[in-house]
């Protein structure tokens, strides 16, 4: 049974709508990390958090921004969507990072 | 439509055989490896791990190898199974709390 979860699972909007994909977790874990995966490649880091009031920018350059109000829930928002940011985001949280990485199951967005 | 598989290196295995899954890695300073199994629809699932002080290490079904010379990662899953079918990715840090993944292999496994 998955500690981490993510909604929605599915996402298709329209270009230049805001969206906000939800991430909770209840295992307590102070680090949640997002990451975008194109189709059959690799994980890139977009987002991390260290705990409440902490945000940092991953590796890959990205126009969502995170928050980190509650240590159990980390959102990801598009302020506008457009076609490029058709992706899966993918969720995780650890305890002892790297260590014990949690992954959810991950939101599908397609903007068309 | 979607270009799954394309860029994804594929392995097809018969049910019963050994499976050999290889990865490179670029920074001589990463100490930690790790290998995910990510199946469709799903998140990465933690498989086993390897510290840098080490070369082998066994699992249930599943070996690491890991060759810091020439910096290479290997997980091999004995008796593959249908079940064992997915898109394995193998992942590294460099003692810093962030994991950078590699591109995955899809294994597919036939009766």
């Known amino acids: 049974e998955a500690d981490i979860y993510q909604t929605p699972r599915y996402l298709v909007i329209g270009t230049g709508k805001k969206i906000t994909l939800e991430c909770s977790q209840t295992m307590g874990h102070d680090k949640m990390y997002w990451y975008q995966q194109d189709p059959g490649m690799e994980l890139h880091l977009i987002h991390y958090?260290?705990?409440?009031?902490?945000?940092e920018k991953g590796d890959l350059s990205s126009e969502s921004t995170v928050s980190r109000i509650r240590t159990e829930h980390f959102p990801l928002t598009l302020e506008s969507a457009r076609p490029s940011h058709t992706s899966q985001y993918l969720c995780?949280?650890?305890?002892?990072?790297?260590?014990?990485?949690?992954f959810g199951s991950g939101t599908r967005l397609t903007v068309v | 439509g979607e270009s799954v598989g394309l860029h994804l290196p594929t392995l097809s295995v018969q049910e019963g055989d050994n499976s050999i899954i290889n990865c490179a890695y670029s920074n001589s300073a990463s100490d930690y490896f790790i290998w995910y199994k990510q199946e469709s629809g799903k998140g990465p699932q933690f498989i086993i791990d390897?510290?840098?002080?080490?070369d082998k290490r066994q699992g249930q079904r599943v070996t690491v190898l890991l060759n810091k010379t020439v910096k290479h990662l290997s997980l091999q899953i004995a008796a593959t199974q249908p079940g064992d079918s997915a898109v394995y990715f193998c992942a590294e840090t460099d003692n810093t709390d962030k994991l950078i993944f590699g591109t995955g292999t899809r294994l597919q496994v036939f009766p």
């Open positions: 995780a949280s650890s305890e002892d990072s790297p260590y014990g990485y949690t």
């Open positions: 390897i510290r840098s002080n080490m």
């Open positions: 958090s260290y705990g409440v009031n902490s945000t």
